[in-house]
């Protein structure tokens, strides 16, 4: 589309001469020479007609006139789509009704610098021989917008890194931050689930307000902030979780914006607390038991001598007055009480481990119903519901079967006895640690056992029934017998919710292969 000398635009006139022409619009040119966004007038055949200082400067051309220079030229290899776009611009215009077009481009300035500029394309139809580029330098916006970016993905990846839950919420406790811990800790599957959550959701009623108010205080680490306090929060489903929270205030100008919490689970180091407190009190337990071992060898030894020879001088004169005698009916209860007292003693002796025995690979599930044979017909369980959960895998242990039937028989017994003989009885076996280690559950229906008498029960001569019942050993040879299969028995019971008795024993390992003995 060439056009005759008279008919180009004005614009291809010198300054001078436009000057003149226009007079009173001088002060228009003087305003595009001070802008600091590039301003440039283009034909249609995409030659530059005229380029104000800053667009000479972002183009990287100060001291060249940019006059008939070719946009194609300017703008270079790395912004030939925005050129593309150009192109298809005019190609329809008539069809897309517009009259600008909008895109970022980059410039090389000349002196190894990359700006970033705004190029908006006007296309004023007043006069069509022509058309308007506006360049707005946007290099250190985008910069800071780059560092912005940066940061928040910095501090996005390293809230949702915390082990520990972060949550956050505005004045009107509506959440605003929630990290994949917290939702892990409170049962969350997804941001989605929180857009109707209320911050006072996470906590027992009025517990928030509380939080809110020690935050505002002094007296809990400093104006705004709330350190180390151990409270439980809610889960999803409604149970308790402990946790330790630590958090404060944010604010604006002294303006209360947003409140935010520091949520550390404290389930695993509770749990860690309560393994190291039966840990100790099973040391302190051992160390006991072996002292009264020791003590309980010699007293059974030095029992049973006196005791056997006070039997058969009672039977001897049984035999010699017969059973009419006047004294008979004492003669018989010397001889009966002194056959408890040898009771007593073997009780003792077996306490002490004064005896050896065989030990073998054996199947506990055995040992359990074997149990439950022979006490199936006692009167004591005629009314004792039985729920048996057997493991069918369950690996062997090392350990003897006469021993460990005494372990099992002297738990049932005394559950049917607590339940005073009317009841649930629920064994369950089972596998823990990969297989590693066997565990039996005997678990009762009976009124449990008091808090204060927990600690004693596996103590010698600890009894709870009338005298004459009981020895007050059972519990305590039970205790010896699994420690010397190298096991662990526990006892946990809430009054009114019955006992149960946890056993548990190491499973019998190939040393040569490291995998579990196969029967």
Not at 7 to 32: A, M
Not at 266 to 276: F, G, N, S, V
């Amino acid at each position: 589309m060439q056009k005759s000398d008279d008919e180009k635009s004005p614009l291809r006139k010198s300054l001078p001469e436009v000057t003149r022409e226009l007079g009173s619009h001088l002060y228009l040119y003087q305003i595009l020479d001070e802008t600091p966004n590039g301003v440039m007038v283009v034909s249609l055949e995409h030659q530059v007609l005229y380029a104000n200082p800053a667009a000479n400067d972002f183009l990287g051309v100060v001291h060249r006139n940019l006059v008939d220079t070719d946009l194609e030229v300017l703008l270079g290899p790395a912004n030939q789509w925005f050129f593309y776009q150009i192109g298809q611009f005019f190609d329809n215009l008539a069809e897309i009704q517009k009259s600008r077009i909008r895109q970022e481009i980059q410039l090389e300035t000349g002196v190894g610098e990359t700006k970033i500029l705004d190029a908006v394309l006007t296309y004023p139809p007043a006069h069509p021989d022509y058309y308007l580029l506006y360049l707005i330098d946007i290099t250190d916006r985008k910069r800071l917008e780059a560092q912005l970016r940066r940061r928040s993905s910095f501090l996005n990846n390293l809230i949702n890194s915390s082990v520990d839950g972060i949550i956050s919420a505005d004045m009107s406790g509506k959440v605003i931050l929630f990290n994949e811990a917290a939702l892990s800790l409170l049962g969350y599957t997804e941001e989605k689930s929180l857009e109707k959550l209320h911050v006072s959701g996470l906590y027992h009623e009025g517990l928030a307000r509380e939080i809110l108010s020690r935050m505002r205080s002094d007296d809990f680490g400093g104006k705004g902030k709330l350190l180390h306090h151990e409270i439980t929060v809610l889960h999803r489903d409604g149970h308790d979780i402990p946790v330790r929270i630590s958090g404060g205030i944010i604010y604006d100008k002294d303006k209360e914006i947003a409140t935010f919490g520091i949520f550390t689970d404290l389930r695993a180091m509770l749990k860690i607390e309560e393994d190291l407190e039966q840990t100790h009190n099973m040391l302190m337990q051992s160390e006991k038991m072996a002292g009264l071992g020791r003590l309980a060898a010699g007293v059974a030894h030095e029992i049973n001598n006196p005791m056997s020879g006070i039997m058969l001088y009672a039977n001897l004169v049984m035999e010699e007055i017969g059973d009419n005698h006047q004294v008979s009916e004492d003669l018989q209860t010397i001889i009966h009480e002194a056959e408890r007292c040898k009771v007593i003693v073997a009780d003792l002796l077996e306490f002490s481990h004064q005896t050896s025995y065989e030990m073998e690979p054996i199947d506990l599930n055995e040992v359990i119903q074997k149990t439950l044979g022979i006490l199936k017909n006692q009167p004591l369980y005629h009314n004792v519901a039985v729920e048996l959960n057997l493991a069918m895998d369950l690996p062997p242990v090392l350990g003897n079967a006469i021993r460990l039937n005494q372990v099992v028989m002297n738990l049932f017994v005394n559950a049917a006895q607590a339940m005073e003989g009317n009841g649930t009885l629920t064994i369950v076996s089972r596998t823990r640690a990969n297989k590693g280690v066997n565990e039996i559950l005997i678990i009762d229906s009976g009124p449990g056992i008091p808090e204060d008498l927990q600690e004693k029960i596996f103590e010698p001569f600890f009894t709870t029934k009338t005298t004459g019942e009981g020895t007050g050993l059972g519990l305590s040879v039970s205790y010896a017998i699994v420690k010397e299969h190298k096991g662990t028995i526990r006892a946990k019971s809430s009054p009114g919710e019955g006992t149960t008795f946890t056993l548990r024993f190491p499973a019998v390992v190939d040393t040569l292969t490291g995998e579990h003995y196969d029967r």
